[in-house]
């Protein structure tokens, strides 16, 4: 990517103090830098410690600017460093993936991993602008694409207009905007996450819990807390699909919807490497997820159709197992 591309989007916020966090992978220099190895492992209160201490001994002031460059592990530590030093300065996010330019570097959920779990602290708080330039896809490798790809399908399960349009893995690159213009439209309407924000959470009870036991799999000791696993699109992926199930037993969706999603998974995603032995573990998961508002309550957004998402809806662990034999069984 030429870095006069960059600075050319950036150009009406550029201030007097800017200081860049960048993914090392994309061999850009950009002074001051602070550069960051991408990983699971990283996204940590170390780092965010090291980013601290670096800006107080360039004695950054609240007028600084910080430019997030990367895919969501940089935006969220970036944007999470950013939000806390000196109580809050301006963030710019600039998403390197397709993940992050469709959804981690907007809406303004920051955050690191703490105590073996993913995002456990953080704050929500906007950048003053997310900037896409599509010409980062060119570099990305395949499973990243496809993992970003999830989050697109999950999102236009949201928008009727969108769902019609048709989505192509091969031409994503001409359709981020319209994406993202759902995502924003949606958190514009409520930022915290009381109410309709918590629609973008369609397929992230079931996913997360596919994530959580993947990364619970890949644990050698507990010394050695990898939290590498599923990449959080493809759990998403088949969370739609499980979660679409119980939208068609509980609330009528049209069961072609259904088919069409689960037909995107096998073609794009491939199956879940869990199964009916994981049913248990998986539920535990799922009781635990951050999203459940009563204790023994399993919280799930699920559709009515597209574009009618029902939030706050439940469902019974019998239930919950019919769903979990669908997605296993395809
Ligand atoms: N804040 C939110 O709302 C939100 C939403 C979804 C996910 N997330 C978080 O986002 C993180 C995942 O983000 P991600 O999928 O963007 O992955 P990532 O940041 O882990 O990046 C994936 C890999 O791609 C490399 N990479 C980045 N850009 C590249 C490019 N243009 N070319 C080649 N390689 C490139 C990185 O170095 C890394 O190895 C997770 O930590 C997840 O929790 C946050």
Known sequence: MDISA???????YLREEVYYIVDDALGIDLQPQFAIHATE?????????????????LHATRCALIVCIGGGVVTDLGGFAASTYRRGVDYINVPTTLLSMVDAATGGKTGINYGGLKNAIGVIRQPLDTIILPDWLDTLPSEQLISGFGEVI???LLDKDLW???LGIEEIGLRIEDVLAVKRR???QDPTE????????LGHTVGHAVEGLSIHQTQTSPLQRGLGGVLHGYAVMYGLVAELYLSVVKLGLD????RQVSHLMVTHFGRPNCGCSDYDELIALMQDDKKNEQVGQINFTLLKAVGEPVINCTATEAEIKEALDYLFTL
Do not use: C, M
């Open 194 to 201: 009381q109410d309709i924000r918590k629609a973008l959470n």
């Open 41 to 57: 492992e990283n996204k940590s209160l170390q780092t965010v410690t090291r980013i601290w201490d670096w800006l107080f001994s």
């Open 6 to 12: 960059i600075l050319h989007k950036l150009s009406p």
């Open 255 to 258: 069961r072609e919807i259904l």
């Open 154 to 156: 999950k999102t236009a």
């Open 186 to 188: 949606i958190v514009e």
């Open 164 to 166: 019609k349009q048709g």
